[in-house]
């Protein structure tokens, strides 16, 4: 079944270029290729719903950017333990101060942009102002190449902020007069990505991008790959987001290149002993998305509608999650349907009958019930550890979660 069809007919924002429609190359994705693949990420992930290695940011980003509606299947209710998977792993490399690379940040913010999250406030972190400092820095141990700095300056874009010239004439720079990059044809992408997505900036010219088209477009061999599954989705994804006119390139025969890379199970890259990260970088490409976010792909908030004073639902869905960044005793989550206007209370004394793992203890106070033991890790006052419940500023038994809210208790030492 052929989903997706692109054509051009005229592009003004690089190059000038018309066909009569009748004359007009295609390009063509087939659905049920990128939903094989689809069906394969899903299969690899662990217990907790995320995935090994610190790839559950990347892997959603991925599944995002080839079908906007992955996290949204109300079908489907493992694909929200897994955005909520992402969010604690997140977090909980925030909480303990882990070192996160510039290139890292750029997944996470653009995992936070293409799941719908804001990454200028997640749980109270600034995602964007920590790319825009590491940016100043470039180049140290960690960030020093053009497809790093590409990633980041494309984050960048996604998230609306406005870049320094001076940082985009960086990336200009290190371009070479052939049109070629240090590292090859997966840096021109990345960086080719970047200035489409940044092209309203004065610094970037159309020669700029079609010098990268040119250099891009020229590499694409016989058979219509530009390399291996890696390099060839990227080539595409970059092409794709240049709106890089198709007499320039073959882009159905990369397309039919890049599927035929593809493993019977829906994975890329078993050759060459990376199968999840081959995956995730190339599966994108597959369905014709690029690094470059879509502003409408996420739903605008409801400001508008009248608050009821009768409830609309008997029940409402939360995500209940207990995570222990500091001794790592417990990370677990549960998706849970419970009456409307439930407490925090109601909702912990539920989760706790339903699986033991949650069970908890509480103390009264002045200032009304708090938790002292929760998942069997108790609070230590000498210490300063204590179990915060995120986003909340009111006690258990007054926090009345609405439906789809996440419902988080973090370890957290003061």
Request: aromatic fraction near 10%; charged fraction near 15%; proline fraction near 4%.
């Amino acid at each position: 079944m052929w989903k997706v069809v692109l054509t051009i007919i005229c592009v003004t924002a690089t190059v000038r270029l018309c066909w009569a429609k009748s004359d007009l190359p295609t390009c063509a994705f087939d659905e049920g290729v990128y939903l094989k693949t689809i069906a394969w990420m899903e299969s690899q992930r662990h217990a907790e719903w995320g995935w090994e290695k610190g790839f559950t940011p990347r892997a959603i980003l991925a599944l995002q950017m080839v079908n906007s509606s992955w996290l949204h299947e109300e079908s489907d209710l493992t694909r929200q333990l897994s955005l909520k998977q992402m969010n604690i792993e997140i977090l909980s490399g925030q909480l303990q101060n882990k070192t996160i690379t510039p290139v890292q940040l750029a997944y996470i913010t653009n995992a936070l942009i293409f799941s719908c999250q804001d990454p200028r406030d997640f749980h109270g972190v600034n995602f964007v102002d920590k790319l825009v400092n590491a940016l100043a820095l470039y180049p140290n141990e960690g960030f020093s190449n053009l497809f790093q700095y590409g990633m980041v300056l494309l984050a960048l874009c996604n998230s609306n902020e406005p870049v320094d010239e001076e940082y985009i004439s960086t990336l200009l720079e290190g371009q070479r007069k052939d049109g070629s990059y240090m590292f090859g044809s997966d840096e021109a992408s990345m960086a080719l990505m970047a200035l489409a997505c940044l092209q309203d900036n004065q610094t970037i010219t159309t020669s700029n991008i079609q010098s990268h088209i040119n250099y891009l477009a020229q590499g694409q061999r016989e058979d219509g790959s530009f390399g291996n599954e890696i390099s060839t989705a990227l080539n595409i994804m970059a092409l794709i987001a240049a709106k890089a006119p198709f007499n320039k390139w073959n882009c159905q025969s990369a397309v039919t290149a890049l599927q035929n890379m593809l493993h019977p199970d829906g994975s890329f890259g078993k050759d060459l002993g990376i199968p999840l990260f081959a995956t995730i970088e190339a599966m994108s490409a597959l369905n014709g998305q690029t690094y470059i976010h879509d502003n409408t792909a996420c739903p605008e908030p409801d400001i508008g509608t009248t608050i009821s004073t009768t409830p609309s639902v008997e029940n409402i869905t939360v995500t209940y999650s207990v995570l222990d960044p500091i001794g790592h005793h417990v990370n677990a989550s549960i998706y849970l349907s419970v009456p409307a206007n439930s407490t925090v209370y109601d909702i912990m004394v539920y989760a706790a009958e339903l699986d033991s793992t949650f069970r908890f203890e509480t103390k009264e106070a002045s200032f009304g019930r708090y938790v002292t033991e929760l998942a069997g890790v108790n609070f230590d006052a000498a210490k300063g550890t204590y179990w915060i419940l995120a986003d909340s500023h009111v006690g258990i038994d007054a926090n009345r979660p609405e439906d789809g809210d996440d419902v988080m208790w973090i370890f957290t030492q003061f």
